[in-house]
């Protein structure tokens, strides 16, 4: 499944994959998302689940991808080249009020957000950071996280010695 960029270029739009033709559904961002910061009714009803139980939706405004779970509630997660971020070894990167954590696949926060940029777990840990900020070299299609103090922590949370 391959997303372009165009998506974004959308005004208020929301897209989201249907359960009844597996096929990328674009509706206006007014229509995607209660007041209560839920994905609607209308959406939730058409929105395909995976194995994994969650759905997703790509939003202009508010801008990012979003787990979804079949009672409506959203966490943002960071995309990834043409979709959301999977789960490594049992853990979800979340985003929350621009710091990211780690949530499980019932959308529970398991690390709470308090990194600039954290990267899926891997044998265990997981490189975080402090301070550091995206760059994108001109004509670059990805972004590098650059300066800052890096981490590495366990799936408690905690900083750990060992290096991934």
């Known amino acids: ?23 990328l559904t674009s509706v206006d961002t007014s229509t995607c998302f209660s007041k209560a910061g839920a994905v609607s009714e209308g959406v939730l009803g058409d929105l395909e689940f995976g194995a994994n139980g969650l759905g997703w ?14 009672d409506g509630l959203i966490r ?24 990211y954590g780690f949530m499980d696949s019932t959308l529970a926060i398991k690390i709470n957000p308090r990194w600039d940029f954290a990267f899926p ?7 975080v950071c402090k301070g550091c900020s995206a760059y994108k070299a001109p004509g670059s299609e990805y972004s590098s ?3 800052g103090k890096w981490f590495s922590i366990d799936k408690k949370g905690r ?6």
């Not at 777990?121 to 490189?127: C, D, L, P, T």
């Not at 900083?159 to 991934?164: A, F, N």
């Open 57 to 70: 939706v790509l939003s202009s405004s508010p801008h990012g991808v979003y787990y979804v779970r079949r």
């Open 145 to 147: 996280m650059v300066g």
């Open 76 to 99: 943002q997660t960071h995309w990834i080249d043409n979709g959301p971020d999977d789960p490594q070894e049992g853990l979800i990167r979340v985003i929350q009020d621009g710091k």
């Open 121 to 127: 777990f891997e044998g265990g840990v997981s490189s």
């Open 159 to 164: 900083v750990s010695s060992k290096r991934r």
């Open 1 to 23: 499944m391959l997303i372009s960029t165009f998506v974004f270029a959308v005004v208020s739009s929301c897209v989201y994959l249907s359960k009844h033709d597996s096929e």
